[in-house]
C-alpha cells in the first residue's frame, strides 16, 4: 500500500485512540470497597453517635461481660458492669470510631463445625454487640475470630454464616492481646483512672488530716519591702531651680507565698512544699478502681487521712479521703460528697507524695555531732541493755561480756545513725504514744555532749515516736532508723553456730529422745551410710542425708541468752560431727522455750544461741527418713513356656477363658486313666 493511502487510516486509529482515553477520563474510578468486595458490617443508618451501649465478652466466659454505657448526653461514657465507673474519653472514641467505619472482604461461608476453623462460633469468638439509644434489641453482634496476621481478623455478623477479613481485631482494641481466644476482657483497659485534675495555680489552701496530727497551709501575699534610704543623695542648692519631679513608680506586682496556717513545730517551714504539695494534688491518678462497697477494708469508714483543698472559682471546698490499710502496698482515695461513691486505688508513692511526713514540711530537730565526740553509747531494748565503749578508733561490747565475735559493720552503722539522726515526722499530742513510760531508749555521750533518745509506740508508717533530750515535742524515728540504733544480738555478734562446709563432715551423730542415728562416709566418698539405733549401718537415703547435713552446717541463731548463771534446761537433743581436719563440735539442743525457740549450747563455749523450732527440726528429721524406701516386690518370674504353650496358671486363681463356657471346658479335660472312655 502506497504512503498516500495508509495517511487516512492513521489519522482514523489516532482519532479512535483518543476517544477511548477520553471515555476512560470520565469514567469514576473504582472504589476500595467496590475493588475488594468490602462490605460494611454496621447497619448504614446506625451513626456512631446513635450507639448507647456496648457489650463486649469472650463466647468461652459470657460471665465475665463487659457493658459500657453512654453517660447522660455530653459523649460520656461508664462502665455499667464495674459500679458504673467512668471511661476513658479517647478510649471510646477510638473505639467508637473503629466499628463505624468497620467493613469486611468476604471470604467463605461456613456454618456449624466449620466456623470453628476460624474462631467465629459462638462458643469460641469474641463478641461485640451494640445498641442504639432507647433499643432494647441489639443494632449489631459481631463476632470476632483468630487473627491470620498482625492487624487483621475474621469476623461475622451473629445469624450470619458469611466469613469476612477486617483490617482491624477487635479483641486488641477491647485491650487483649492473648492468642487464647477463650481470655476475658479487663475493665483496667478501658477505665478513666484520673481521679481529680485542676490546675496547680488555682489550689490556694490545703489542709491534712493524718491519724496523729493535723496541719493547714495556704497561699499567701508577700509583705512589701519597706523602700532602702536614698544615698549619696546631692544637697540643693538655695535659689537653684529645682529639677522636674519624677514620675510615680509603677505598684510592684504582687507575690505569695505558702505559709502555715494551723498546725506545725514552730520551727522553719520550707515554703516549697507548698508549692509541691499543690502540684502533687492538681492531678491525682489511680491504678485501678475497686469495689466501694468494701471502704472499710480500704481504711475509709472513718477515713485515715483527709486532704481539703481550698480551689479558686469554686464555692465549697474539695474534700479527698484516704486510707492506707496496714500491710498494703497501696492506698485508697474518694472524692467525699459526689453523686458517684468511687474508690481509686492509688500506689504507695503516689499517697506519701500528698501525705508528707513532717520533714518535708519543716525543719525537725535532729542530732549533728562528730564521732570523735561520742566515746560511749548505751541502749535498752526489750527490757536488755547493751553498752558500747570507744577505744580509739574501735568499738568494743563492753556488755554484755561474750566470747562472742561481734559485728562490726553493724556497730558502725549504728554510730554513724546516731551521730546524725535527725527526725522523720511529728505528731502533734503525746497522749496515746507510750512516750510516758518508754522501753526503748538510747544514750550517747562524750566528754562534751550527751543526748538521749526515747521511742515510744508505733506510727502509721512503721516508724516509732521518739522524744529527743526529754524535750516535749513528740518526734517520730524512721522505720528504717530503728534497728539501724537499736540493734538486736542477732546483727550485733556472729550468730553462725560453724565456720564449716556440709561437704567435709565424714560422720554424723544424731541423738533424740533415746533414739540415736550415725551417718557416716569416707572421705574420698560422697554416699552416705546410716545406722539407727545402734544397729548395722547400711546405705541411706541420700537426698536426706545431705539435707541434715546442710541444714547443721548452716546454724544460725535469731538471738541469744546471756543471763548470768542461767540454769540449763531440759535435753532435747544433741547433734556432733567430724571431720578430717579435725573440726569436731559437738552441740547440745534445750526443748523448746513458750517463744518457740530452742536454747543451744555447744561444747567448750558458754554461749547460749536461741533458734527457731523449724531450724532445729531441719536437722532431727524423722531417723526413719535417713533409710532408703524399700523396694516394691516384684512379681515371681513365669515358668518357662513348652513347646511353644505358655503353662497353666494357678488353677486357684487363673480366670477360666471368657471364650469357653466351664461345662464345655469339663466336657474337652481327658478322663483319668483309670475311668473308662
Not at 365 to 391: C, F, H, N, Q, S
Amino acid at each position: 500500500m502506497k504512503p498516500k493511502q495508509l495517511l487516512p487510516l492513521v489519522v482514523i486509529l489516532a482519532a479512535l485512540a483518543g476517544l477511548v482515553a477520553y471515555r476512560q477520563m470520565q469514567r469514576e474510578p473504582a472504589s476500595i470497597e467496590q475493588q475488594y468486595a468490602l462490605k460494611a458490617l454496621l447497619p448504614a443508618e446506625l451513626d456512631k453517635a446513635k450507639i448507647a451501649k456496648i457489650e463486649l465478652y469472650a463466647g468461652a466466659k459470657p460471665e465475665t461481660k463487659l457493658v459500657l454505657e453512654r453517660d447522660g448526653d455530653a459523649g460520656k461514657w461508664k462502665l455499667s458492669s464495674r459500679w458504673d465507673a467512668p471511661v476513658a474519653q479517647d478510649k471510646i472514641d477510638k473505639f467508637l470510631g473503629t466499628l463505624a467505619g468497620l467493613s469486611g472482604e468476604f471470604r467463605a461461608t461456613v456454618s456449624g463445625d466449620g466456623q470453628k476453623e476460624y474462631s467465629l462460633d459462638d462458643a469460641t469468638g469474641f463478641h461485640v454487640i451494640g445498641y442504639a439509644s432507647g433499643a432494647a434489641e441489639p443494632s449489631f453482634h459481631l463476632i470476632n475470630g483468630k487473627s491470620p496476621d498482625f492487624g487483621l481478623a475474621f469476623a461475622r455478623s451473629a445469624g450470619s454464616d458469611d466469613v469476612h477479613l477486617i483490617n482491624v481485631s477487635l479483641r486488641r482494641e477491647a485491650g487483649i492481646f492473648t492468642l487464647e481466644m477463650g481470655d476475658a476482657p479487663e475493665a483496667d483497659v478501658w477505665l478513666d483512672k484520673t481521679m481529680f485534675e485542676t490546675p496547680s495555680e488555682k489550689i490556694k489552701a490545703v489542709s491534712l488530716v493524718y491519724p496523729d496530727k493535723e496541719l493547714s497551709v495556704e497561699l499567701r501575699e508577700k509583705a512589701a519591702e519597706a523602700p532602702k534610704p536614698e544615698e549619696n543623695k546631692p544637697e540643693e542648692t538655695p535659689g537653684a531651680e529645682k529639677p522636674a519631679a519624677d514620675k510615680p513608680a509603677e505598684a510592684p506586682a504582687k507575690q505569695f507565698e505558702w505559709a502555715v496556717a494551723k498546725g506545725g513545730l514552730g520551727t522553719e517551714f520550707h515554703a516549697n512544699a507548698g508549692a509541691n504539695l499543690a502540684r502533687r494534688l492538681s492531678r491525682i491518678n489511680a491504678t485501678d478502681l475497686v469495689d466501694p462497697a468494701k471502704k472499710a477494708d480500704y481504711g475509709l469508714e472513718p477515713a485515715q487521712y483527709r486532704a481539703t483543698l481550698t480551689i479558686e472559682g469554686q464555692e465549697a471546698p474539695l474534700v479527698i479521703e484516704a486510707g492506707r490499710p496496714a500491710g498494703d502496698t497501696y492506698a485508697y482515695f474518694r472524692v467525699a460528697g459526689r453523686e458517684r461513691d468511687l474508690v481509686y486505688k492509688v500506689s504507695g508513692a503516689d499517697f506519701e507524695q500528698i501525705f508528707y511526713k513532717g520533714g518535708e514540711f519543716f525543719e525537725l530537730p535532729g542530732v549533728l555531732v562528730d564521732k570523735g565526740e561520742v566515746d560511749a553509747i548505751e541502749y535498752t531494748t526489750g527490757g536488755r541493755t547493751t553498752k558500747l565503749a570507744r577505744e580509739g578508733e574501735t568499738w568494743k561490747v563492753v556488755e554484755p561480756k561474750t566470747e562472742l565475735v561481734m559485728e562490726s559493720d553493724a556497730i558502725d552503722n549504728l554510730v554513724r545513725t546516731l551521730i546524725s539522726w535527725k527526725a522523720e515526722d511529728y505528731a502533734d499530742a503525746p497522749e496515746g504514744k507510750s512516750l510516758d513510760a518508754p522501753v526503748d531508749k538510747v544514750i550517747f555521750r562524750g566528754p562534751k555532749i550527751e543526748h538521749t533518745i526515747e521511742l515510744g509506740g508505733e506510727t502509721p508508717a512503721k516508724g516509732r515516736y521518739a522524744r529527743l533530750d526529754g524535750r516535749p515535742q513528740v518526734l517520730v524515728m524512721a522505720a528504717s532508723d530503728v534497728p539501724s540504733v537499736f540493734v538486736p544480738y542477732a546483727n550485733l555478734f556472729q550468730a553462725k553456730l560453724f565456720d564449716v562446709a556440709s561437704s567435709s563432715f565424714t560422720k554424723i551423730t544424731l541423738t533424740k529422745g533415746g533414739e540415736s542415728a550415725v551417718l557416716e562416709r569416707k572421705p574420698s566418698d560422697i554416699d552416705w551410710t546410716v545406722a539407727i539405733g545402734g544397729g548395722a549401718a547400711e546405705p541411706a537415703e541420700q537426698n536426706t542425708a545431705e539435707e541434715v547435713a546442710g541444714a547443721l552446717a548452716g546454724l544460725v541463731a535469731d538471738d541469744f541468752d546471756f543471763t548470768e548463771g542461767r540454769p540449763a534446761g531440759t535435753v532435747f537433743g544433741t547433734a556432733a560431727f567430724t571431720t578430717p581436719d579435725g573440726k569436731d563440735q559437738q552441740i547440745q539442743i534445750e526443748i523448746a522455750q513458750p517463744d518457740g525457740k530452742h536454747p543451744v549450747t555447744r561444747a567448750g563455749s558458754s554461749v547460749v544461741y536461741l533458734l527457731p523450732k523449724t531450724v532445729i527440726e531441719n536437722v532431727f528429721v524423722d531417723f526413719a527418713k535417713l533409710k532408703p524406701a524399700p523396694a516394691p516386690a516384684s512379681a515371681p518370674a513365669a515358668a518357662p513356656a513348652v513347646d511353644g504353650v505358655a503353662p497353666a496358671a494357678d488353677a486357684a486363681s487363673a480366670p477360666p477363658d471368657s471364650a469357653t463356657p466351664p461345662a464345655a471346658l469339663a466336657e474337652s479335660a481327658p478322663a483319668p486313666a483309670d475311668q473308662p472312655k
